[in-house]
């Protein structure tokens, strides 16, 4: 990817995710101790983010986001791969040495009132981890700080004494906001930030965020299932279709010319403003559900929708991450894409047809336990 400084400078990356996998065992039995399968959460990613850069992760629910964000902080540990920061391997830390790294990684959830305790006011939910990391010498230092983080998330001072429930959605993002900031961190992975916001707040919260990533050269990797909300804050957009990326490239050039069958019909969901082009707009209906990650479709997961899909390849060869010459179409370096037919696809040599929605087979014996994602209310 482009790797310039928002100054102009290269930036060096400060997250390198190399074949990333996350597969959580699927458990059978009455006290569940026979594996008989496993959930392909996240199933072989790279990414890399340059510091001071937004890389916005895209995708349907379900397709693994927020185990990737969780994987990449070490909160879900990795089956597979690497996730290198700031040039330190995490998966290889010891216990110790990874929660003091954790200051310098940070999350912001969706949902800011279940990730807040209701029993704390603001002050004590931001003195917290101070105190967890041994920040500020003594209660007035840590104060001062927080009233400081309080500030830059434009909040009044009078929040400290209040507790979660007294605010408004918009304000509680904030508040969770305030808590990943107050620690000082680098990276900031932010797991749909704003889906549970209003769309009026929604703008304010992402420019509070671009704001602060200016500010103090922070990193973001900014989750969602909507491509609108992570269109301006990305410097690069990477599109997520069952625990792969499908396609990845600078936010401008994806949203310009899409090259990926799924990314088009994701695209293709988004309203445009303008009527005009509104009505003449492709519309990509895709067929059926996402198929299960315990069983993956062979070849390329997404052949079971996609409304390109050909009598050879698609069905038994997986397609892997890849640049694409095209004439007439400016596709860089650093825009790639998962899909055999990408080149007939972008010159429109080959055409969309119908797809009939396919029941996904399921297992005969159908697994009965898997632990139900839990989202932690701190990481601190
Ligand atoms: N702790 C867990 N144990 C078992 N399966 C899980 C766990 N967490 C997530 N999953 C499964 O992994 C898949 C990806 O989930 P998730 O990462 O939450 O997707 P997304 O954030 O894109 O909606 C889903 O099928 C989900 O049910
Ligand atoms: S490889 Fe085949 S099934 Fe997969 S996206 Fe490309 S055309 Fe569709
Ligand atoms: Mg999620």
Redesign the pocket.
């Known amino acids: 990817m482009t790797s310039l400084a928002k100054d102009g400078t290269p930036a060096s990356p400060l997250v390198e995710v190399k074949d990333l996998k996350?597969h959580?065992p699927?458990k059978k039995g009455v006290i569940f101790d026979k594996v008989i399968g496993h959930?392909k959460?996240?199933d072989g990613v790279d990414l890399s983010i340059p510091r001071g850069r937004t890389y916005g992760l895209v995708?349907?629910?379900?397709?693994?986001?927020?185990?990737?964000?969780?994987a990449l902080l070490q909160l879900?540990p990795p089956t597979g791969g690497s996730v290198e920061f700031d040039g330190q391997e995490l998966t290889k830390l010891a216990p110790g040495k990874l929660r003091s790294m954790r200051r310098r990684m940070q999350m912001i959830f969706q949902d800011p009132l279940s990730s807040l305790d209701p029993r704390q006011n603001v002050e004590s939910i931001l003195i917290e981890g101070l105190a967890a990391h041994g920040i500020g010498a003594d209660r007035g230092e840590r104060r001062k700080k927080v009233a400081e983080t309080l500030d830059a998330v434009g909040l009044p001072r009078w929040a400290l004494s209040r507790y979660p429930h007294e605010f408004s959605g918009g304000q509680r993002q904030r508040i969770g906001i305030a808590r990943a900031l107050v620690l000082g961190p680098d990276l900031i992975v932010a797991?749909?930030p704003v889906s549970a916001l209003d769309v009026s707040i929604q703008a304010q919260v992402i420019n509070l965020l671009e704001e602060l990533q200016d500010q103090l050269n922070l990193t973001y990797l900014v989750?969602a299932?909507d491509l609108a909300v992570v269109r301006h804050i990305s410097d690069v957009v990477g599109v997520?279709y069952l625990?792969a990326l499908v396609e990845e490239a600078p936010s401008d050039d994806i949203y310009a010319a899409p090259l990926h069958p799924y990314t088009r019909a994701l695209m293709s969901a988004v309203p445009v403003p303008d009527p005009d082009v509104e009505d003449q707009r492709e519309r990509i209906l895709l067929a059926g559900d996402l198929p299960?990650?315990?069983n993956p479709p062979k070849g390329c997961r997404f052949h079971t929708r996609c409304p390109w899909a050909q009598p050879t390849r698609c069905a038994d060869e997986r397609p892997v991450l890849r640049q694409i010459t095209v004439e007439g179409l400016e596709t860089g370096s650093d825009h790639r894409v998962a899909c055999h037919w990408a080149e007939d696809i972008a010159t429109g040599k080959l055409r969309p047809h119908e797809v009939k929605a396919e029941l996904v087979h399921q297992e005969a014996e159908t697994p009965t336990e898997?632990?139900?994602?839990?989202e932690p209310t701190s990481i601190i």
């Not at 995708?59 to 969780?70: A, I, N």
């Open positions: 996350v959580f699927i959930v959460a996240v995708g349907e629910s379900g397709c693994g986001k927020s185990t990737l964000g969780r879900t797991d749909e989750i299932h997520m625990g299960s990650p315990a898997v632990a139900p994602p839990s």
